[in-house]
């Protein structure tokens, strides 16, 4: 199977063309760029380097958020427009996931993205033989709480990735013997982005396909403050 996998979701910019695990062309940047700009000239160079067109590819596997609203949107936009347009089979991967794929076998990984005011998004994953699954759904959570929500696990088994500075010094604080992989040595990968997503079911309504943000746009808390009554979904901004 020929997967293009990409990932937009927060500052780097990951593609990767994978066949049957295979990497056959990628390209990954941390650079302070426009990812709008730069996706998909960098598909369209990776897709060259592997020496492969579009309707070659088999499926299209995109790193759906939480993160950045601009990049997660990108990123899901472009995905959508593709598998849509060329009738390609698309997987979402929780931007989480793909990070928590960064993380040591046997530790229950804990990836982070750092939500300002000791707010983060996160998660909790078992890593083990290429399996990523989740056992703390991902969430936008102070950190304190999500503290508490991993009280029940040993801390020296608990490996934090993807961590700020600042979210380090909290962890640190809190449980000490726990793991800290800084977002340095944690980007996310779109080779493993491909790899999570070759056996998962691709989505079934591509239009019905949105980003995930797990807490409220700008747009939205404007819309709320107005008077707007807020219908429940953390989702419905849904436009792309």
């Known amino acids: 199977m020929k997967i293009l996998a990409f990932d937009t979701s927060n500052k780097p910019l990951t593609v990767a063309v994978v066949e049957d695990g295979k990497i056959l ?3 990954d940047s ?8 730069s996706l998909l000239p960098d598909i369209k160079d990776s897709l060259q380097k592997a020496g492969l067109s579009i309707d070659d590819i088999d499926r299209i596997a ?3 958020g939480p993160g950045s609203y601009t990049g997660v949107r990108i990123a899901v936009t472009v995905a959508k427009t593709l598998a849509f347009t060329l009738d390609k089979p698309l997987v979402g991967i929780s931007s989480l996931r793909l990070l928590a794929a960064n993380g040591d076998d046997g530790k229950l990984v804990v990836p982070v993205e750092d939500a300002r005011n000791d707010n983060a998004f996160a998660g909790a994953y078992l890593k083990k033989s290429g399996e990523v699954v989740d056992v703390i759904k991902d969430q936008h959570i102070k950190m304190d709480d999500l503290f508490k929500l991993l009280a029940n696990y040993q801390a ?3 490996q934090f990735v993807n961590v700020s500075e600042h979210l380090a010094d909290l962890i640190t604080e809190k449980l000490p013997k726990a793991t800290i992989t800084l977002t340095k040595d944690s ?4 080779a493993k982005l491909a790899a999570l997503a070759e056996n998962e079911e691709p989505v079934k309504d591509i239009n019905a396909f ?3 943000y797990l807490r409220l746009t700008q747009a939205e808390h404007d819309w709320i403050k107005k008077g707007h009554k807020e219908d429940g979904n953390i989702s419905y901004v849904e436009e792309i």
């Open 25 to 27: 062309a990628r390209a």
């Open 30 to 37: 941390t650079e302070e760029k426009t990812h709008s700009v």
């Open 62 to 64: 995109v790193a759906q």
């Open 156 to 158: 020296d088994q608990i």
């Open 187 to 190: 980007l996310p990968d779109a």
């Open 210 to 212: 949105v980003p995930t």
